[in-house]
Every structure is written in C-alpha cells, then in structure tokens.
C-alpha cells in the first residue's frame, strides 16, 4: 500500500499549484491555515479554492463550539463538493468529545476526518461512532506529539491495525516535522500523511546518495566562509 501524501495548506497560489502536482493526492486545511492565507470570508475563499481543486479530497474544518452549531456548520460545509471532507475535532474547546456529531455525519454517508487525535484512547472511541459504508480520516497529529516528547510510532501501529476492521477509515498522519516523516509513515503503512508544501518540495529531491550529500553540505560551509572572508 502507498501512503497518499496531502498538502497541508489554504494558501489558493499553493493549492493552485500543487494541484497539478502528481506527488499531491489531496489536501487539508484548517481555520488556522485559512487566516494565515489571508481569508476574510470563510465559505467564500473555500469555494474559490473547490473551483481550482474539485476532484482531489480537500478537507475543510467547522469551527464551532457546541455540538448545535458544529452539526449546522458541518452540512453547509458538506454541501460545498462532492471532494469535501469536513473536518470535525475530535473533542471541542471544553474537552467533551464529539461522539454525537461524528455519529450523525457519519450515519448520513458525510465523509469526515476527525481531527487533533493524539491517543489511541481517542482512535477507538472514534471507530465506534464511525458508520463502516462511509469513508472517514482520522488525523492523529504526529509531530506536535513529538515536539512534548511523546513517540507518536506506537499510537500509530495500534491505531492502523485497529481500524483494519473498517476498510473506510483512514489513518493520517499530521503535523508532520521532516521529510523523514515520510518514510516513517510508508514503513507503518499509513493510508495518509499530510505535510507543509516546503516538505513536499523536499520529498520531491529524495535523494539517498550519501557521498554527494557530503560534498554538497562541506561545499556549503566552504562557500559561507568565503563570503565572509573568515580568517584564523
């Protein structure tokens, strides 16, 4: 099985861009991300981006609170293309999780990647509410473990081989750091992993000779110490 890579931004230049990009199979955004593009309406700049990217999965993220409103925001989402993946948290702001609003998605055939999953804990009591006919993502968010010292592999295996019961669900890797990411991720036999496209461009020049990563890395040092005219 290959591991899909996703592009993880909402920058309209980037996901324009990329789009076209064979590497790219999708993509995945969040408020967040849409604020940093510079969005001022939400469903507005969404659909600008759906008419460049319209095949591809996309994933756009409700940003309610309450479980009334997360379930409103999350049919208009859903109703914006036929590739839209809504993107529910998997517990909102107050630590109560979202088992109800996934459940009733779910059940209505709304494809979903449930979001900011960080234990396996977490992974099984999504599977539970998960209807089995409809495709669903589960982002667990890989490198943000990572960076609070957490090894995020072991939640990774249990969760991939978990789901295996449901062929719709797929696990996502998220947050990722290095390009390394993605070797791990093929080697656990993640279905997804998700990265900034500055990642992407370096997965694109994998290259695994090591003799001339040397020479490029001491060529480097030898041009800076020459533009500053370092001496001893």
Known sequence: MNTKIF???????????????????????NPSLMRNAGAKS????????LKICNKKPISFEVFADDKKSMLKQAYIINDWGK?????????????????????????????????????????????????????SIISIFAGRMADKGTDPIPIFKKSIKFCKKNKKIQILWASTREAYNYSQAKQLKCHIITMPPKII????????????LTIDTVKGFLIDSKKSKFKV
């Open 7 to 29: 592009c993880d931004s909402a920058d309209y230049k980037t996901i324009s861009r990329l789009n076209k990009n064979k590497l790219v199979s999708g993509f995945t955004t």
């Open 42 to 49: 939400y469903k507005l700049y969404s659909q600008k981006i």
């Open 83 to 135: 590739n839209v993946f809504v993107k529910i948290p998997v517990v909102n702001s107050k630590g109560e999780f979202m088992g109800d609003v996934i459940k009733e998605l779910s059940s209505k055939g709304i494809k979903l990647n449930i979001t900011a999953v960080y234990t396996f804990n977490q992974v099984k009591k999504i599977f539970k509410t998960l209807n089995s006919k409809s495709k």
């Open 201 to 212: 461009q370096k997965i694109e020049n994998f290259n695994n000779n090591s003799k001339k």
